[in-house]
């Protein structure tokens, strides 16, 4: 049986601070199972990891928030082209509803990147979920890039360790606007910022 969801769209500055502890409990709840560092930077009221995102696309259901997906405009450096993106990010489905389908729908953001004048839809993803992305591929036109080191500040500058980190992460491009073929070609990505 399928949940009900419905899906709504909503810039960061219209989240009162009771969404945002909802959501904090969804991202601890969510990514606590792939281990408690991964949840540990939802604490209290914090609904974002690293960088923040500028809009949300958040499902619920009867129990409260199903599905999330974060967006946020920025530029990339990649090579030596900056390349303005939409960066996909904080992308979850509730342990629960794993296995309905609920991610399939965040295809409902695609119609978003064209109002916001991006050309490409950019995330990264841990190479554990290669199959899903894939899956979620046959949907439309998805192309997963590996080999590609991306480099990100740290989300708060710490004594113990080194102001950036990179990746070695599958990269995820959604053409928007242009061809998958107008993508910069290069080994190497500087986020500019922390991942989203």
């Known amino acids: 049986m399928r949940s009900k969801v419905r899906w709504r769209l909503c810039w960061e500055n219209e989240l009162e ?5 909802e959501l904090a409990d969804f991202f601890r709840m969510t990514y606590g199972p792939t281990g408690p560092f991964n949840a540990k930077p ?17 499902a619920y259901d009867a129990n409260g928030v199903a599905a999330h997906l974060g967006l946020l405009r920025r530029f990339i450096k990649i090579g030596a082209i900056d390349q303005l993106v939409g960066e996909l990010g904080l ?5 629960d509803l794993e296995g309905l389908g609920i991610g399939h729908s965040v295809h409902a953001m695609l119609p978003v990147f064209g109002e916001l004048a991006v050309p490409f839809a950019f995330g990264t993803v841990r190479p554990a979920l290669q199959k899903h992305i894939e899956r979620f591929g046959r949907y439309g036109p998805v192309t997963i890039l590996s080999g590609i ?31 998958i073929s107008d993508w910069p070609a290069g080994t190497v990505i500087d986020r500019n910022g922390p991942e989203l």
């Open 91 to 95: 992308y979850g489905v509730r342990p």
């Open 17 to 21: 601070l009771a969404e945002h502890i």
């Open 42 to 58: 939802f604490e209290g009221s914090r609904s974002w990891a690293g960088a923040r995102p500028e809009l949300r696309l958040i």
């Open 149 to 179: 080191r991306v480099s990100s500040t740290l989300p708060e500058a710490r004594l113990d360790k080194p102001p950036t980190r990179i990746d070695d992460a599958l990269v995820i491009v959604l053409p928007i606007g242009r061809s």
